[in-house]
């Protein structure tokens, strides 16, 4: 059985991450992120939403583990910010339900969304420039990179919340990132 393991970062929607995981027949965890690297034993790895840059623990060495990782809202961008990328500060603070356009209909986690899909996202901080070896993958009126793929690495980032029930399709992201990780 796939074992994910959800890197909790303080976020509001940490718990509804895992029961997706759990409900799509997942062994999946919760693991505090302090946790060593080490200490996790995981086919992948989700690195949660959360307030701030400040409490992301030991996030950037997990991104040194042999897994895919697939970063929501503050995980995308953690990613963004730990290899090389740029996060700053949004136009849009908030949660809002925002129409993504989905640039690579072919990206292993979001690609089956396209053409568009509405999401739940909060952009008080967002992902401003993809780090090298990354594509952006989606789009809004709202936030340049909705989204971000490095299949080469299995490294994936949405700024949305795909866990929480105002996203259309949000468990068909979830699906995909279960077949990277088989």
Request: net charge negative.
């Amino acid at each position: 059985m796939t074992r994910i393991a959800v890197i909790d970062n303080h976020g509001q929607f940490t718990h509804l991450e895992r029961r997706t995981l759990r409900d799509l027949g997942v062994d999946v965890d919760i693991v505090d992120n302090t946790t060593p690297p080490a200490d996790i034993d995981a086919d992948g790895l989700v690195l949660s939403g959360g307030p701030d840059m400040d409490r992301i623990g030991n996030c950037p060495a997990y991104l040194d583990l042999d897994v895919p990782v697939f970063g929501v809202c503050l995980g995308m961008q953690i990613l963004a910010a730990e290899l090389d990328g740029e996060v700053g500060a949004g136009d849009y603070g908030g949660y809002a339900d925002v129409d993504v356009e989905i640039l690579d209909s072919e990206d292993p986690l979001i690609g089956s969304l396209a053409p568009e899909t509405r999401v739940w996202a909060s952009h008080a901080d967002e992902v401003k420039r993809v780090p090298e070896g990354f594509a952006r993958t989606a789009t809004s009126d709202v936030c340049d990179v909705e989204a971000m793929s490095d299949p080469d690495r299995d490294r994936y980032g949405v700024q949305w919340h795909p866990e929480v029930a105002h996203t259309e399709r949000g468990e068909e992201v979830f699906e995909n990132f279960i077949d990277v990780c088989e």
